[in-house]
């Protein structure tokens, strides 16, 4: 299964592609969590992007695709993969499509969050992650089964994201506005979108996406089936 989950930052795209990852057994590709990796690894290419990142705005359309296309050509990808982050402008939606067309040309689903703006900033301003493991949690939508202490690995050191500060998550919203938001027209054309009202709690829109990834796989292998 190959899933792209689209919507705006806080919509709760890396908190599904988790969920869903382990469910199937399939890589997350977080390109969010590849840029800020580098950037941690203070490597050529994070020194590069640092603040283009902690500013809130977009790297450049040609660095993204060549780490999308280096990433989904890893074993691990063969099965299936979930996007998150990526696509993010009209050119890296067409990088994309021509990767897909050059691989095997097999479909992929499109899951777009539609989340009103203020319930987007209540949810990252109260976010963070573990240091170790990088898992996600929220003060008050997700909190830890014990308190202080990562559910995944056991650790207690937790941190906030450089961007989520009020003047990055402005920049970060308008820019998704701007560069992100006509993406949802995109794939409304080519017929690969569905969408899914983000408002709720987790285990709410979970119940949502995977109706529609159920959806999605039964039409697939009916499709292949017939083939
Ligand atoms: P990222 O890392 O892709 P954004 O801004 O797209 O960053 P973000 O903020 O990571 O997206 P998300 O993953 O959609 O948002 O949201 P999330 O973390 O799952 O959920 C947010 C909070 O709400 C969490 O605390 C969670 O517990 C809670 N929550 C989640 N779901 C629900 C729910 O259903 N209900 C409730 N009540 N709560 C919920 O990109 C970062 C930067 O990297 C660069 C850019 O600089 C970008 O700004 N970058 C790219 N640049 C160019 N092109 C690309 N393709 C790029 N990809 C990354
Ligand atoms: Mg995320």
Aim: net charge neutral; hydrophobic share 40%; with cysteine.
């Amino acid at each position: 299964m190959r899933l792209v989950l689209l919507g705006a930052p806080g919509a709760g795209k890396g908190t599904q592609a988790d969920i869903m990852a382990e469910e199937f057994n399939i890589p997350k590709l977080s390109t969010g969590e590849m840029v800020r990796a580098e950037v941690a690894a203070d490597t050529a290419l994070g020194k590069e992007i640092k603040e283009t990142i902690n500013k809130g705005k977009l790297v450049s359309d040609s660095i993204m695709v060549d780490l999308v296309k280096n990433r989904i050509s890893k074993n691990d990808c063969v099965n299936g993969f979930i996007l998150d982050g990526f696509p993010r402008t009209i050119p890296q939606a067409e990088a994309f499509d021509s990767l897909i067309k050059s691989l095997d040309n097999q479909s992929f689903m499109v899951i777009n969050f539609a989340v009103p703006t203020e319930e987007l900033v209540k949810r990252i301003s109260g976010r963070y992650t573990c240091k170790a493991c990088n898992a996600g949690y929220h003060k008050e939508f997700k909190k830890p089964i014990v308190a202080g202490v990562c559910d995944k690995c056991g650790s207690s050191e937790f941190v906030f994201r450089e961007d989520d500060k009020p003047e990055a998550v402005k920049v970060r919203i308008d820019v998704y506005n701007e560069k992100t938001a006509p993406l949802i027209e995109y794939y409304k054309k080519n017929g690969f979108l569905s969408e899914v009202n983000g408002t709720g709690t987790i285990e709410q829109i979970n119940a949502s996406v995977r109706a529609l990834v159920k959806g999605f796989n039964s039409g697939f292998n009916k499709a292949a089936g017939e083939a």
